[in-house]
């Protein structure tokens, strides 16, 4: 089956610096991903979507300079935390869809707990 | 926006009693999907259901979506401890984002 990889699973960091979390889909092309933010108990909550060579598409009250998207390739979207501060802490899970896995649902990565202190 | 409604938030049961959780959108849907969720772990795909009236099976577990296909639902016959997590719904309005919308989810218990 499709498989997405995501790392780092986990990651503390200091305010103020930038984290990089990056997904890879492993055995299909990944025309389109998704990032999504879940805190504890709670639902998925889509921050953007990504098409794979074009700018990121944000949800309304994400901030594009804060969450910086790239998906340069087919296999490959990561997602920048630029400039963390103790309230980006969070569950950042990505999900990606091929495109020819339409009756598959989108295969979602492990997820990155980030922690920032 | 399109939103999709989830109930209940919590369910508790004893091992060997049913559970069903139920889904609805504000809009049409192309699609519905459901996803589970263990504790700690990440969402995992169970099943897409498209057509108007849809009812399919996976073992012990029964999804349905509605004649309007805006809602849906999930049955699980008598529970196990491994049925365990948050079952999430996830409807798709179609069109080229392909964008899924979440429910909120429904924790599942279950005492041994």
């Known amino acids: 089956g499709a498989v997405v990889s995501q790392h780092p699973s986990r990651v503390i960091c200091k305010s103020g610096t930038s984290v990089k979390i990056e997904c890879r889909s492993l055995d299909f092309q990944a025309t389109t991903m998704f990032w999504y933010r879940q805190f504890p108990k709670k639902s998925l909550m889509l921050m953007a979507t990504?098409?794979?060579?074009?700018?990121?598409?944000?949800e309304q009250g994400v901030e594009k300079d804060k969450f910086l998207i790239n998906h340069a390739s087919l296999t490959l979207s990561t997602l920048t935390v630029t400039s963390a501060h103790p309230e980006d802490s969070s569950f950042y899970i990505c999900?990606?869809?091929?495109?020819?896995?339409?009756?598959?649902?989108?295969?979602f990565g492990s997820g990155t707990r980030l922690t920032v202190v | 926006g399109q939103q999709v409604m989830q109930i209940p938030q919590y369910q508790h049961v004893q091992e060997g009693e049913d559970f069903t959780t139920y889904c609805n959108s504000s809009?049409?849907?192309?699609?519905i999907q459901w996803y589970k969720q263990r504790p700690g772990g990440h969402p995992v795909f169970l099943i897409q259901l498209v057509k108007s009236g849809e009812v399919k099976k996976q073992k012990r577990l029964t999804f349905q979506f509605g004649e309007a296909k805006k809602n849906s639902s999930l049955h699980i016959t008598a529970t196990q401890t491994t049925d365990v997590g948050t079952y999430f719904c996830?409807?798709?309005?179609?069109?080229?984002?392909?964008?899924?919308?979440f429910g909120k989810g429904t924790l599942l218990t279950v005492n041994p």
């Open positions: 996830a409807g798709d309005s179609g069109g080229s984002n392909y964008k899924l919308t």
């Open positions: 990504s098409n794979e060579g074009s700018k990121a598409t944000y």
């Open positions: 999900s990606a869809r091929g495109r020819d896995r339409a009756n598959y649902g989108y295969t």
């Open positions: 809009t049409t849907l192309s699609n």
